[in-house]
């Protein structure tokens, strides 16, 4: 199976390039299963219903959250009702869906969520619990299910914690993959394991912005230290995302590629 990993969706800008090219890659690629990261995807911070469905309606098989879950009041019901649409799994203090399982070609897939707790800033530690012991509780009841293929958003900041995960998890999954950078890392891999890897997927979201901020607004915030509001950019975007390709009689990943436009 060949599987499609979008990262963190951005805005207007990061809508419309992946309605614009998404046909175009999975026809080209022979796409089987998407994922996409969606927690920037209204305006830049969080999602609502409109975004979630316009990223469904896009192909997406599963859709995954970040520290911006709490940004959208209307996404609280969402959480708890759309079980393609997931949150961390670590998250103590929401109801929602930290893994999915789907299943596609005759396999089962699971895609598990979770959030790091290193250099969060501001997002509060009290509610997040450990990712590793989670993840471990989580793919023990996988097993359970016999499922084929296990995907894993690990949402953090440090790039040590998402390494750290991949080694932890090397033997149990079947691809570990970074978002919330929404800088694309060139680290992807293959273990000798058979699981896939890379440290940040990046953004699909506006060029010429800082992180999908308008860069203007970010260059004053740091100059005078103001806390000027947010505001996401208009500007075209740019598409990042990887393909993780894998055998299907032994379940592992056998190539990992980067799949960008600009």
């Not at 959250?65 to 609280?76: D, F, I, S, T, V």
């Not at 019901?77 to 759309?82: A, D, I, M, Q, T």
Request: with cysteine.
């Amino acid at each position: 199976m060949k599987f499609l990993i979008i990262g963190d969706v951005v805005g207007r800008s990061g809508l419309n390039i992946i309605k614009n090219n998404i046909n175009d890659i999975v026809n080209k690629e022979k796409i089987d299963f998407i994922i996409i990261n969606g927690e920037n995807s209204a305006n830049g911070r969080g999602i609502k219903e409109r975004e979630m469905k316009e990223l469904f309606s896009f192909g997406a098989d599963v859709i995954t959250m970040g520290n911006h879950l709490y940004y959208r009041k209307e996404a609280k019901k969402l959480y708890e009702s759309v079980d393609k649409l997931l949150i961390p799994a670590n998250i103590t203090n929401l109801v929602g869906h930290g893994v999915n399982i789907s299943e596609k070609n005759g396999k089962k897939i699971a895609v598990i969520n979770l959030i790091g707790k290193v250099g969060m800033g501001d997002f509060n530690q009290e509610n997040i619990s450990d990712p590793f012991s989670k993840a471990k509780e989580i793919i023990e009841e996988l097993k359970k299910e016999k499922v084929d293929y296990i995907f894993v958003d690990f949402h953090a900041e440090a790039t040590a914690e998402k390494i750290a995960m991949s080694y932890f998890l090397e033997n149990d999954v079947t691809c570990v993959f970074g978002t919330h950078t929404h800088v694309q890392t060139s680290d992807e891999t293959i273990y000798d394991t058979g699981m896939a890897y890379i440290t940040d997927v990046g953004m699909c979201g506006p060029k010429k912005s800082v992180l999908g901020l308008k860069k203007e607004i970010a260059v004053a915030r740091f100059v005078t230290g103001e806390k000027i509001k947010y505001e996401c950019s208009e500007n075209p975007g740019w598409f990042r995302s990887i393909i993780v390709e894998t055998d299907d009689k032994t379940n592992k990943a056998i190539s990992i590629k980067r799949y960008n436009i600009d």
